[in-house]
């Protein structure tokens, strides 16, 4: 997740069962072969195995009996050690192999042969089903003399045979451009256009001037017709564009196609249906994010798995969590809540920004003109609690925020009040791996003001939203919401480690002043009390100018107090200006979107595209939602409907960032359970999975080596080991479905 470490690869143990180890080759400019033995002649020297392993020579080749029953591709493994990489080399992975039975699955790697065990570069083939010799190009991130070649043979439920030949890792190869397929040059939102709402398209192209544009039914009828509008380059992408406007048109249908220049789009619909069922799809996402409870297949057809973390051997489970060694002396059940990504960790300021949202979508349904506050109910999001009278999106909010409620330090120990940042592994645990496999030890973080603000604003929030549903899990929360102001206002200053991110993300943030003023805002507008009225009135994020390029997100909470603050009716002075100021947001964020040839509100300095920038689009769209609810005034409407174009396939790669929504969408996000990229009997991630987006950064080894140089919306690969631009997140997914609920009730 954001601003973290990943590690893919866990091998703990492995070295000690090497069975020889000899010096480092010396690596160079030239063609150069870093494996040794990789022929298998005459010796396994230096070859190693797990201990459960038993491997020979046999004809020339390297074979092993690999037993059965283990959980995880690591459990069982043949390696080399001492392997020299140098930083920006392109290196030729090949090897041969074949498996018996046939069909089985292998994990090769190049990657670290110590802590924290990262992988540079992995592959899965099918053995004897993709083929038998193998042979693939990367360029490595480091510089190191304790690189490691791995094959990992574990996770069967049956003994099998595995033989080995022809190993090389060659140095000094000339890389292979990545050139992603970005399809058709006339790029469209793939999945539906409303019919009242706006309807644009970009064309790519060299053309200078206008070009002819026709838009076709599903029948191939021409039905609209109309000329492009040249825009020049594009510094998103560095592309030559051209937009189309064909709002004009305005009757439902499906399979339509634009074609401009020779080209043909992908098909979309013009239809509002579409929106209904991404509305539940992004929500659904939670029940199989869920930590402490079995999924089950009748509901999640499948995703059935485990209950995870509940102690359950090898699970150590979160029932009775230590602290990290030095930071308290005592344990807690943090049982529940979600995994806040394609880990097993969870966090409660990530958690908190996300309970907020999906709490916040239920809430605006209930204040805002177009509000539908039935479509996210009782019954909507098929899961064990529906049917108890209660919304369905409240019920799933709940089963986060009573994770987040026991994260508090309890009474009579120090810092009480105060919420524990996080709860995760000790050490980072590699792919794929199913929660209730995990056999690390868990631990409790210390505390901090911003995880303890995010408590009392979500808890604060909750208490007025459950009171008709539930009054006693109301008062709870508020109780808990109270604590922790009073437990925040005595220890403002205590920040998470920006070096703790061993086993999970850092989160760290220095600036607490947006979190004291959002926890401030809920708990007014929960109680109306005047200390509360007095903080808001008092703090200097209540007259800044907050809507910045970037959006809020986490780390950037003042946001979301200022749009409840607008939205959700209260008495406080002057509410009319807080008003005001998110519309003037908005006002620029519709000045971003008019502006740019793709149609978005997001436009980062100098293109350099931030972690997470799919869902920094959507929440700046929110704001313009916001606006409009406010006002009433179709531009802002426009505008957040637009935004949505962006994310569903009117972008450079011409993919939409929503898996299971488009004819190309994102199928591959870095996730330990939804990883068919890495095993074929485990699932992509659920319909209505949001993938970060274009990441300018690319901090991982694999976009490193496939994305140098590249600009702005280029800066994405749909791959599993892209941990930096590809990772799915709760966060990230909650404004998927606040923006997905907005547009399904404009239709």
């Known amino acids: 997740m954001q601003r973290r470490r990943t590690a893919l690869l866990s091998l703990t143990g492995l070295l000690a069962a090497a069975l020889t180890a000899l010096p480092a080759a010396p690596a160079g400019a030239e063609e150069t072969e870093q494996v040794r033995n990789g022929t298998f002649d005459t010796t396994t020297d230096p070859w190693w195995t797990t201990a459960n392993v038993s491997a020979a020579l046999t004809g020339g080749r390297l074979c092993a009996d690999v037993p059965g029953g283990t959980a995880n591709r690591w459990d069982a493994a043949i390696g080399q050690n001492d392997i020299t990489l140098v930083k920006g080399d392109s290196y030729r992975f090949s090897f041969a ?41 990367f360029t490595s991130p480091v510089d190191t003399t304790k690189g490691q070649v791995g094959f990992q043979l574990g996770g069967s439920a049956e003994p099998w045979r595995f033989c080995l030949d022809d190993v090389s890792l060659l140095g000094g190869v000339p890389p292979e451009p990545y050139e992603p397929d970005t399809g058709p040059r006339v790029r469209v939102n793939q999945v539906a256009y409303l019919p009242s709402g706006p309807k644009n398209a970009t064309l790519v192209t060299d053309a200078t001037a206008k070009l002819p544009w026709q838009l076709k039914s599903g029948d191939g009828t021409i039905v609209a017709r109309g000329s492009t509008v040249p825009r020049g380059v594009d510094a998103s992408s560095g ?23 020779g080209e043909t789009s992908r098909p979309f619909d013009i239809d509002a249906g579409a929106y209904d069922r991404l509305r539940l799809d992004s929500a659904k996402y939670y029940y199989t994010q869920r930590s402490g ?24 489970g979160d029932r009775d969590v230590p602290c990290q060694p030095g930071v308290c002396d005592y344990r807690l059940d943090v049982s529940g809540g979600w995994y806040d990504a394609g880990d097993h960790g969870k966090y409660v300021v990530n958690g908190g920004i996300s309970t907020w949202e999906l709490l916040s979508t239920y809430e605006r349904a209930r204040h805002a003109r177009t509000g539908q506050q039935d479509k996210l109910g009782d019954g909507t999001l098929a899961i064990p609690e529906s049917g108890n009278q209660v919304p369905d999106i409240l019920d799933e909010a709940r089963w986060e925020l009573a994770f987040l409620l026991r994260m508090q330090v309890p009474d009579g120990k120090p810092l009480a009040g105060m919420a524990h940042h996080k709860i995760h592994d000790e050490q980072w645990t590699g792919l794929p791996l199913m929660p ?32 008709s549903y539930d009054r006693e899990f109301a008062a709870r929360t508020l109780a808990a919401a109270r604590k922790a102001w009073a ?18 993300g850092a989160y760290p943030d220095t600036a607490v002043a947006d979190e004291f003023y959002w926890a401030a805002a809920e708990l007014y507008l929960t109680t109306g009390e005047k200390q509360f009225e007095t903080h808001i009135l008092n703090s200097p994020v209540h007259t800044a100018d907050i809507f910045g390029p970037l959006g809020f997100d986490w780390a950037r909470t003042a946001a979301a107090g200022r749009l409840d603050l607008a939205l959700v009716p209260s008495a406080l002075p002057g509410r009319d200006k807080v008003r005001q100021s998110v519309v003037k947001g908005a006002d620029r964020y519709l000045a ?89 009997s485990m699932p992509n991630p659920p319909q209505g999975t949001l993938a970060g987006g274009p990441n300018s950064s690319i901090q991982d080894p694999y976009a490193q080596s496939k994305l140098q140089g590249c600009v702005g919306q280029f800066c994405y690969v749909d791959h599993i080991e892209s941990w930096s631009t590809n990772e799915h997140t709760i966060n990230w997914n909650a404004a998927l479905v606040r923006m997905a609920s907005f547009v399904a009730d404009q239709g």
């Open 436 to 467: 209730h496999a995990d056999p690390q030890k868990r631990e409790l973080h210390p505390p901090s003001t911003a995880a303890t603000l995010n408590l009392a604003a979500t808890a604060a929030q909750a208490a007025r939203l459950y009171r």
């Open 592 to 680: 971003t979107l008019k502006a740019h040839p793709y149609g978005m509100p997001y436009a980062p300095d100098d293109n350099t595209y931030d972690w997470g920038s799919s869902h920094q689009v959507l929440n700046n769209a929110v704001v313009l939602a916001t606006a409009y609810d406010l006002t009433g005034a179709a531009k802002y409407r426009d505008g957040a409907l637009q935004s949505m174009d962006y994310i569903l396939g009117r972008n450079a790669l011409n993919i939409s960032y929503v898996t299971g929504y488009g004819e190309v969408s994102s199928q591959n996000q870095h996730a330990r359970w939804y990883a068919h990229q890495l095993d074929p």
């Open 239 to 261: 592309q030559n564009v051209h937009s189309i406007d064909f709002g004009a048109y305005r009757k439902k249908g499906t399979g339509f196609q634009l074609v401009a220049d």
């Open 487 to 504: 437990a925040a206002l005595a220890h403002p200053d205590r920040y998470a480690s920006e070096s703790d991110g061993i086993g999970g």
């Open 293 to 316: 409870i079995a999924i089950r297949d009748d509901l999640r057809p499948g995703y059935a798995r485990p209950a995870g973390h509940v102690g359950v051997a090898p699970n150590r």
């Open 97 to 137: 192999a074949d498996g018996t039975p046939a069909g089985q699955v292998v994990r090769a790697i190049v990657g670290l042969s110590e802590p924290p065990y990262d992988t540079y570069h992995e592959v899965t083939p099918q053995l004897s089903v993709s083929g038998d010799t193998y042979s693939y190009t």
